[in-house]
T-cell receptor, first 115, second 113 residues
Framework: DARVTQTPRHKVTEMGQEVTMRCQPI?????VFWYRQTMMQGLELLAY????????DSGMPKDRFSAEMPDATLATLKIQPSEPRDSAVYFC?????????????FGNGTRLTVT | RKEVEQDPGPFNVPEGATVAFNCTYS??????FFWYRQDCRKEPKLLMS???SGNEDGRFTAQLNRASQYISLLIRDSKLSDSATYLC??????????????FGRGTQLTVWP
């Protein structure tokens, strides 16, 4: 079964440190999403790529967050500097895009704790 | 107004009960609809897509009413293993948000013995 792979699974860091989360989408998928989930806010969209091009990152705090797709097999989400309020579970998801009317497949998530 | 609205629950039902969840969406151009299930501390997983004519998968039935912009999920003969949060998901159908998925906050279900 093809899966979206995220690393690391858990990350504990101190405020001010840089955090990089990685995602390997399912081979052949051309859309990649980054979501953040907290108890208070539910699932929030941070960034959305289609064919490696960023389409929507309006949900992402631009001053500290950045998302990239260096190639079709890797998506990254970086926080610099991290803050305690960034503590959440970060999910990456990939899909076949609009043309295939396809749902998203989620990775296991990165559980981030910023102290 | 949020793109997708769901009753957060919680719904607490006994085994064997029938339970229904509802969801409304605000964008009439939305083109695809899904129900996801999320277990505690796990990632969301696709439960089923929702088709215009309604569709059934075992004990689960999904309905779509485009005129009222309303989606439902019916679970018959509830099992303990159905306990989870159910997320209503809508895909935008046009413009700059084409292909973007909007998630509801989820409806929490607990099935007790």
């Amino acid at each position: 079964d093809a899966r979206v792979t995220q690393t690391p699974r858990h990350k504990v860091t101190e405020m001010g440190q840089e955090v990089t989360m990685r995602c390997q989408p399912i081979l052949g998928h051309n859309t990649v999403f980054w979501y953040r989930q907290t108890m208070m806010q539910g699932l929030e969209l941070l960034a959305y790529f289609r064919n490696r091009a960023p389409l929507d990152d309006s949900g992402m705090p631009k001053d500290r967050f950045s998302a990239e797709m260096p190639d079709a097999t890797l998506a990254t989400l970086k926080i610099q500097p991290s803050e305690p309020r960034d503590s959440a579970v970060y999910f990456c998801a990939s899909g076949l895009g609009v043309a295939m009317n396809s749902p998203l497949h989620f990775g296991n998530g990165t559980r981030l704790t910023v102290t | 107004r949020k793109e997708v609205e769901q009753d957060p629950g919680p719904f607490n039902v006994p085994e064997g009960a029938t339970v229904a969840f509802n969801c409304t969406y605000s964008n009439s151009a939305s083109q695809s609809f899904f129900w996801y299930r999320q277990d505690c501390r796990k990632e969301p997983k696709l439960l089923m897509s929702v088709y215009s004519s309604g569709n059934e998968d075992g004990r689960f039935t999904a309905q779509l009413n485009r005129a009222s912009q309303y989606i439902s999920l019916l679970i018959r003969d509830s099992k303990l293993s159905d306990s989870a949060t159910y997320l209503c998901v809508v895909m935008a159908g046009r413009g700059s948000t084409l292909g973007r998925l909007y998630f509801g906050r989820g409806t929490q279900l607990t099935v007790w013995p």
